[in-house]
């Protein structure tokens, strides 16, 4: 096996004592996310936090205004939900962060005992959606196999509802839990999913499918019982858009909202209106939607990216806000207008951080950051690529853009083809080509960056994790001439091992993007994986991988590294022992430190 050199991790980036101080704090500040309810007692509450310098489940008690501390797990949790009493606590168990596992549940109130296995009989798998009632309990399991869907009545023995080879998952269960919504892949694409509803005892009530390159996404059902109308989002006309459904009587209602981007949404309580969540060039507003009247009204709410938002029983909207500058929180908008902060954890606040300025190279949105007090003149430049595909970056708080900043470095984000937010046809146009479609876009900002004099064509650095880190590797192979240095986390580096090692929904979501599979497509695989073209990496690397990781697993990494060893290629390796990126703060902080030495290093 070979050896590969493995990157250093300072114990300090910065000489002045202040600035070292300000880029930790940022990482370390606690941090929560958007606190869920439980449907019928909504005084109970569940939220993840960092505070503990991990990112664990917190349970809330809003009337005595307690919070306890559920998990405590050397890797961090991440996914959580409250069963509709308030009584129990679903919490998803994997090891060392390799999303494979099984769900456990706990009282809310603290016993002392271990949580216990929530369905006994339930194989592990990775999660493929979870609904809780009062009686019924909906649990998706996601293997090799394909996606299998459990049901249990009353805590008793768990049943097959759905089984198929093809990627499916649990959307949402009928507030007097008769029914069952799932999205499916049968057609054979399950980055567009078809929807089907099901009585608990199995028997089709309803099917939707908008044709080949057009996705249903099955929100959630009125949460007014013996309402089961349900609220789902489609993009018939190139846009996410909404619709109401009842499938019942198999009607369809459009939700007609006149305003650009994209829109998502979630019920009132009483089923009369839709908070609605618009996405517009990589920022975010509240709406209110009368279902009556029509009658749409704005929100007041800061500039800023909103992560997720819900309403109160009382109709009160919570939602969880950042911007580019100030750190994130959790806000309330309450019924008579009042708008303020909900929930901060103690402990000290993160210092802010430079705004966005909104660029259009064509049609390529790009959000950039200057270094304050920076002088004039190009500057050395990150360019960073997100995840996803099927995402974007957004004018929202960053500890990792702020530490670049801080260090003298320009930073470009480029939502390119593939994003999320920006129409149906930008997201699926890297489909067939997927990576050299986006690298068009990063080329194009690139020189627009250079042209202006924003970025010294001598130290630019792409970079990026997961799909972004994939992008990192597949640029520094096609566009050698770009790049001083690249650092690519948890990246795609061999795709063909990939396919063979990686989770079953992400092999369907990548036969979906490449047009079938390797044995199918493999020239397309080929051309579009980073292995292709090793030999022609010129700029010193970086990689980060996690050694559990499922998504991008870490023999297909080992395949790429072992070619940039074999020509003696300057790069460096830091492997972690966890999974596909890490929740516990330290490891992110060693990671970032570790990034920005290199690239430092890497320019001399």
């Known amino acids: 096996m070979t050896t590969h050199p493995t990157a250093a991790v300072p114990d300090q980036l910065f000489a002045d004592a202040e600035a070292e101080a300000r880029w930790r704090a940022r990482f370390t500040a606690p941090r929560v996310s958007l606190p869920g309810w439980a449907d019928d007692a909504p005084d109970r509450s569940l939220y993840l936090s960092n505070s503990s310098g991990v990112w664990e489940i917190y349970a809330w008690d809003r009337a005595a205004d307690t919070h306890r501390k559920v998990t405590d797990r050397p890797n961090g949790t991440s996914h959580g939900a409250l069963s509709p009493d308030g009584e129990a606590i679903w919490w998803f168990a994997d090891s060392d962060g390799d999303e494979f596992g099984v769900w456990v549940r706990e009282p809310f109130a603290a016993t002392g005992q271990p949580a216990e296995p929530a369905l006994p009989g339930v194989r592990a798998g990775y999660p493929a959606g979870l609904e809780i009632g009062h009686e019924v309990a909906v649990v998706g399991t996601s293997t090799d196999d394909g996606t299998t869907i459990h049901l249990s009545r009353a805590g008793g023995e768990a049943e097959v509802l759905y089984a198929h080879e093809n990627d499916a998952g649990v959307s949402a269960l009928s507030k007097d839990e008769s029914l069952v919504a799932i999205a499916h892949s049968e057609?054979?694409?399950?980055?567009?999913?078809?929807?089907?509803?099901?009585?608990?005892?199995?028997?089709?009530?309803?099917?939707?499918?908008?044709?080949?390159?057009?996705?249903?996404?099955?929100?959630?059902?009125?949460?007014?019982?013996?309402?089961?109308?349900?609220?789902?989002?489609?993009?018939?006309?190139?846009?996410?858009?909404?619709?109401?459904?009842?499938?019942?009587?198999?009607?369809?209602?459009?939700?007609?909202?006149?305003?650009?981007?994209?829109?998502?949404?979630?019920?009132?309580?009483?089923?009369?209106?839709?908070?609605?969540?618009?996405?517009?060039?990589?920022?975010?507003?509240?709406?209110?939607?009368?279902?009556?009247?029509?009658?749409?009204?704005?929100?007041?709410?800061?500039?800023?990216?909103?992560?997720?938002?819900?309403?109160?029983?009382?109709?009160?909207?919570?939602?969880?806000?950042?911007?580019?500058?100030?750190?994130?929180?959790?806000r309330v908008l309450r019924a008579d207008g009042d708008e303020r902060v909900l929930l901060e954890p103690a402990g000290h606040k993160a210092p802010p951080s430079a705004e966005l300025t909104d660029v259009f190279v064509g049609d390529v949105h790009a959000l950039v950051a200057r270094p304050e007090g920076a002088p004039d003149g190009p500057l050395p430049t990150v360019f960073s690529l997100h995840g996803g595909p099927h995402s974007a970056d957004e004018d929202r708080f960053s500890a990792y853009r702020a530490v670049w900043l801080d260090a003298g470095f320009a930073v470009v984000h480029v939502n390119y083809r593939g994003s999320t937010g920006y129409g149906s046809k930008w997201r699926d146009a890297i489909e067939g080509r997927p990576g050299l479609t986006e690298l068009e876009d990063v080329a194009a900002v690139h020189d627009w960056a250079v042209r202006e004099g924003l970025a010294d064509p001598r130290k630019c650095v792409v970079n990026g994790a997961s799909w972004g880190g994939y992008l990192s590797l597949l640029a520094l192979g096609t566009q050698p001439e770009r790049w001083a240095a690249g650092v690519a986390g948890v990246p795609v580096a061999d795709y063909l091992a990939a396919y063979e090692d990686e989770m079953e929904p992400l092999r369907a979501f990548d036969r979906a993007l490449f047009g079938g599979s390797p044995e199918e497509v493999p020239d397309r695989y080929r051309e579009c994986s980073p292995l292709t073209y090793v030999d022609a990496v010129r700029a010193p690397v970086l990689v980060l991988a996690g050694e559990n990781d499922p998504r991008?697993?870490?023999?297909q990494i080992d395949n790429y590294l072992d070619r940039l060893a074999a020509r003696g290629a300057r790069y460096e390796v830091y492997r972690y022992d966890a999974g596909h990126g890490s929740l516990v703060v330290a490891e992110t902080i060693r990671q970032t430190a570790a990034e920005v030495d290199f690239v430092r290093r890497a320019l001399g």
Not at 220 to 242: C, I, K, T
Not at 263 to 283: F, G, K, N
Not at 552 to 555: A, D, T
């Open 552 to 555: 991008c697993p870490i023999r």
């Open 187 to 330: 057609h054979g694409d399950n980055r567009h999913t078809a929807l089907r509803v099901l009585t608990t005892g199995g028997e089709v009530v309803a099917e939707k499918w908008d044709g080949p390159g057009k996705g249903l996404d099955a929100i959630a059902f009125s949460p007014v019982r013996g309402d089961n109308r349900l609220l789902v989002a489609h993009e018939r006309r190139g846009r996410e858009e909404l619709l109401i459904w009842d499938v019942t009587a198999d009607t369809e209602t459009e939700i007609p909202v006149d305003l650009p981007g994209e829109i998502s949404a979630d019920w009132y309580p009483e089923a009369d209106a839709l908070l609605l969540v618009h996405t517009y060039r990589a920022r975010n507003t509240l709406h209110r939607y009368d279902l009556k009247t029509g009658e749409l009204s704005t929100l007041d709410t800061p500039h800023g990216t909103i992560g997720s938002a819900g309403v109160r029983p009382d109709g009160a909207v919570e939602y969880s806000w950042s911007s580019a500058a100030r750190p994130g929180v959790v």
